[in-house]
């Protein structure tokens, strides 16, 4: 079966915002980066996804220079399609599923910014629509909301997600899968 990454979110809007200081992985890059690499070095396809909100004003508006991948990340190399979005999923607005049904891929690993919210979109859509659904919350990030801390935030969503809409794995776990694949 083939795969895609989706990178959702991992932009310079949110490190923009005054809400990047809470932000439990200020350091997103490095996992991402780590992700991107291994999806990379299995022949897989990576998918780059940024939110945008055209005509707002803010920090998702493209007028705002903001919605662009974050510097430190191992960005796009030929072939790897950028797709920018207006909804909380990667699906709806984008032509992300016609991409993935002409390459092949079955199974997608996600990751990405607000873990509760457009990760946990795009992966519950994926699972909806047949994808064999990976989330990878080490290499996801989010913000405390209200009461909850964001690391309660993400126990949660791994634990509405797990076994029903997405398997939960770790970076190493995907590694060790793709070596015992390639062996």
């Known amino acids: 079966m083939k795969r ?3 990178v959702v979110d991992v932009q310079e809007s949110f490190r923009s915002r005054p ?21 990379r070095e299995a022949g897989d396809l990576v ?27 191992d960005g796009p190399r030929p072939g790897e399609p950028v797709l920018r979005k207006t909804s909380h999923n990667a699906f709806t607005t984008t032509s992300l599923q016609q991409l993935l049904t002409e390459a ?22 994926g699972s909806d629509l ?18 909850l801390s964001a690391e309660e935030i993400t126990e949660r ?3 509405v997600l797990r076994d029903r ?9 995907l590694a060790a899968d793709v070596a015992a694949s390639s062996a």
């Open 4 to 6: 895609a990454l989706v």
């Open 130 to 147: 047949g994808y064999r659904m990976v989330l990878v919350p080490e290499a996801s990030a989010t913000n405390p909301i209200g009461d």
């Open 19 to 39: 809400l990047w200081e809470s932000i439990d992985k200020p350091d997103i890059a490095r996992p991402v980066n780590r992700l991107v690499a291994l999806a």
């Open 47 to 73: 998918v780059w996804i940024l939110h945008t909100a055209p005509g707002s004003g803010d920090v998702f508006d493209p007028d705002s220079g903001h919605v662009r991948l974050l510097a430190e990340l």
């Open 157 to 159: 969503t791994v634990a």
């Open 165 to 173: 809409f997405a398997r939960i794995a770790t970076v190493a776990e």
């Open 104 to 125: 092949g891929v079955g199974e997608l690993w996600i990751c990405g910014i607000r873990v509760e919210q457009c990760v946990e979109t795009t992966t519950r859509l």
